[in-house]
Structures are given as structure tokens and as C-alpha cells.
């Protein structure tokens, strides 16, 4: 029964697919998102300051309820092409694309902190979706197994049945819940000083999973494997009272147990296998100034993808599975602007900007994991009802500002000069655009 309701609270709490930088959210809650994620020194709301620096949240002295629920929207697309002669002696090329029909998807966040204003010790509680992908594009229709196949037609070689050299349906589904716990100390009425411990739960389900041995019935799909995982975040924070501001935090790699996966082969045989893929570690650097009616924020992040279990390896192994995705590092820039010169209704406006962490060497491998957005615009607003309670709201749009491309890669091709064994004259690519509209609450008990 307690592991029924830990699977339920992961899936009230959890970010079910589609982040934006990398697989990392790039927000989290109806404020921080509008600021395009920036807090790490400028926290608007406690759910900014939990999730980016926890010394931040010394500037709140109450005890104040946070919640938010968003609904995402994506529209991924793949495309893969193969040369001429490839499916047969006098065969023309194929190319087409497919589009993903997953649908939408919820994202609540939930956040509780206890502050005083007498007190130099503030604490906080959170449970935030922070890290998610996921895909579903449906198996080609027109290819080299249909009886009316033709090859003049537009069809997705690389969404041929796996007896077709291709990886028919493609589904994934990951997520991470990670539920922290706040401190921070005032060291004086301008620096203070923040830890957050993290409890973490993922779960990763992969149709077909390519990091299982393959047999001569192709690649399994497997059940949905789930994995637990401990980090910390740590944080400084400096209000030099004239309105300048200035944070950093660091997380650590949240390091997860394995995967340990059911695999279910087209023959219906069987097996198991175990993957491990860790959370990034990721540094944060913020500056924020406040002046009369204007809040501004300016945020960069480092995020540590090329030392990460599950990230850093990529390739094929001796028994042609996947190694790992293979990403490289990346930096985040996160700005945003709020305006309070409207009684009772703060506007704000936010931008986000990650780079790709997909080289073209490794896009085949990567295309279970294609949430990768360049560009996020963001606009959002609140409504003061009273001293006790505000509703804030956001819409979000992303761009992956063109496609990331690569080439077909097949195991039987690897060798000397071809170490991924890429296809000549192949070629596969993702690209997307995402929207979201998020309402939520904020509650201050300390003002009744």
C-alpha cells in the first residue's frame, strides 16, 4: 500500500514529459515560470526560491501555501530519410516525417515554507516535477512490410517495423519528483546562507528500449521501472538593501539506483536489464535589482550533462545496445521582468535560452529524449485578492529554434573512421514547439 501511494503522489507531482533546457524544467510554479525560471537571486515567490536557491527563502517571514497546476502542450516531429538502393538493388530513396500524438500534460507544483520575522531560521517543504521527457510517435504505415507499400510515397524509414530495419512505434515516458527540504540561516540582515536535502523518485518506461540486448526479434519494449535517488542543493544569498541582489546555489548530481527493466521481445520472450541515469549537477549564478514599481531578474546555469551517469556514455556496446544518450554540457540563461505599477495586478514577462545538448553525432540515439528547447518566451500576471491570498497565471511558448539532425546509425556499420556506425546519405531530425497555461495560489497564513 505505501508503495501504491508513493507511485499516486509521483503522479499528482510529477512533470510527465517535454522540459526545456536538456531535460530540465526550465521554472517551476506560475511566478517563477513567467520570470523564465530566474530567482537565484530575485525570489518572487517560495517555489522559485526552493527549487533554485534555498538561502532565498530568508526573505519570507510567514508561513505561506503554494500551489500550481499547469497543462503542456508539444508537437514534436521526427523525419529520417535513407539513400537510394538502401531497402533493395534499384530502390529510391525514402524520406517522411511523423508527428507525435501524445496529447497533453499535467504539472502541478506544491511548496510550504515557515518563516518569522523575528527568526534568523526559515524552512520549507516541496514537491516539484522537475525533469521530464517523453514521445509517442506511431509506427509507419507505408512501409516495406504492407502489401501496398510504395516506396514513391512519403513514409519515415525510421519508423518501420523493427523486421524492417526501422524502430516502429516509439514511446517514452520519464519523470523525476523531487521533493525538498528548505533551511536557511540569516548570517545578517543582508547574507544568508541555504541547504535543501532532496528525496527524488523517476520513472522510465522506453518502447522499444534500446539500452537492452537486442535479439533476432529487434529491441524489447519494456514495463514502466522506477528508481530512487538522494542530492542536495546549496546556497548563498546577498539583499544589499539599496535594491541590489546577488545568489548562487550549486545542486548536486542527484544519484539514482538502476533501472532495472522487464523487457518484452515481438517473439514474446523475455528479459531483464538495468540502466542507470542520474540527475545532473547544476550551478546557478543570479542577479536582481528591484526599484520602485520594477522587479528584474537575471539568472545563468551550468549544467553538468558530460559527467553524469546515463548522459556521459553514448555508442553501442559489444551486444548492440545503446550505452547512454550522450549529451554534452550546457549553459542556461533565464531573464525576466516584472512590473507592479497596476493596483493589485503585477505584470510579468520572462525569457529562457539553453543550448542544445545533442551533437549531430549522437541525434539517432536521442530520439526518445527530443524536448529540447532553444528559445521560451513567457508571459504571466497575478491577482492580489487580499493580504492573504493571490492567484497568479502564465502562458508559456518554446521554440527548438530548428532541428537537431544527424544520421541514420545501425550497429552492422560500425567501423574503423564510423564508430556509430551512421548510415551514408541517411539522415534523422527532431524539432518542436511547446505552449503551456498554468493558473495557481498562493496562500499567507501569517497575515489573518
Do not use: C
Amino acid at each position: 500500500m505505501k508503495s501504491n501511494l508513493l507511485k499516486l503522489f509521483a503522479l499528482l507531482f510529477s512533470t510527465l514529459l517535454y522540459a526545456q533546457s536538456g531535460h530540465i524544467m526550465q521554472g517551476v510554479g506560475s511566478v517563477n515560470m513567467s520570470m523564465g525560471g530566474a530567482s537565484t537571486a530575485q525570489p518572487l515567490d517560495i517555489s522559485g526560491a526552493m527549487q533554485w536557491n534555498p538561502a532565498a527563502i530568508s526573505t519570507f517571514d510567514s508561513k505561506i501555501l503554494k500551489f500550481d497546476l499547469g497543462l503542456f502542450f508539444s508537437s514534436p516531429e521526427l523525419r529520417s530519410s535513407l539513400p537510394p538502393d538502401m531497402l533493395g538493388p534499384g530502390a529510391p530513396g525514402v524520406s517522411g516525417v511523423t508527428k507525435d500524438d501524445r496529447g497533453v500534460s499535467p504539472m502541478p507544483a506544491l511548496a510550504m515554507l515557515w518563516g518569522k520575522p523575528e527568526s534568523k531560521h526559515t524552512f520549507g517543504v516541496s514537491a516539484f516535477g522537475i525533469s521530464g521527457f517523453g514521445v509517442t510517435f506511431p509506427e509507419e504505415a507505408n512501409n516495406p512490410l504492407s502489401p501496398d507499400f510504395n516506396p514513391m510515397n512519403d513514409s519515415n524509414p525510421i519508423n518501420y517495423p523493427q523486421q524492417a530495419m526501422g524502430f516502429g512505434h516509439i514511446e517514452s515516458d520519464y519523470m523525476l519528483l523531487q521533493v525538498g527540504f528548505s533551511y536557511a540561516y540569516e548570517l545578517s540582515d543582508k547574507f544568508s546562507i541555504g541547504v535543501q536535502p532532496n528525496i527524488d523518485y523517476a520513472a522510465l518506461e522506453l518502447m522499444p528500449n534500446p539500452t537492452a540486448n537486442p535479439t533476432g526479434a529487434g529491441y524489447p519494449s519494456t514495463d514502466k521501472a522506477t528508481a530512487i535517488g538522494f542530492g542536495a542543493q546549496f546556497g548563498v544569498f546577498f539583499d544589499s538593501g539599496s535594491g541590489f541582489k546577488l545568489g548562487a546555489s550549486y545542486k548536486t548530481t542527484q544519484s539514482f539506483n538502476d533501472f532495472e527493466f522487464e523487457n518484452t521481445y515481438l517473439d514474446n520472450s523475455t528479459s531483464t536489464s538495468k540502466f542507470n541515469m542520474d540527475y545532473p549537477s547544476i550551478l546557478s549564478f543570479g542577479l536582481g535589482y528591484s526599484t520602485g514599481d520594477i522587479d528584474f531578474a537575471l539568472d545563468y546555469r551550468s549544467v553538468n550533462y558530460e559527467n553524469t551517469d546515463g548522459f556521459s556514455k553514448t555508442g553501442w556496446t559489444s551486444t548492440a545496445s545503446v550505452a547512454g544518450f550522450g549529451w554534452d554540457n550546457i549553459s542556461i540563461i533565464s531573464a525576466g521582468l516584472q512590473y507592479k505599477g497596476i493596483d493589485k495586478i503585477p505584470l510579468r514577462f520572462g525569457y529562457t535560452y539553453s543550448s542544445n545538448p545533442i551533437s549531430k553525432k549522437v541525434a539517432f540515439f536521442n530520439v526518445p529524449a527530443t524536448a529540447i528547447i532553444k528559445n521560451a518566451f513567457q508571459f504571466g500576471l497575478s491577482y492580489q485578492v487580499n493580504d492573504n491570498l493571490n492567484f497568479d497565471g502564465v502562458y508559456h511558448y518554446g521554440t527548438s529554434g530548428g532541428s537537431t539532425k544527424g544520421q541514420m546509425l545501425s550497429p552492422m556499420m560500425v567501423g574503423p573512421g564510423n564508430p556509430y556506425g551512421a548510415i551514408p546519405g541517411s539522415s534523422v531530425s527532431y524539432d518542436m514547439t511547446t505552449s503551456m497555461i498554468m493558473v495557481g495560489f498562493s496562500y499567507n497564513f501569517s497575515n489573518n
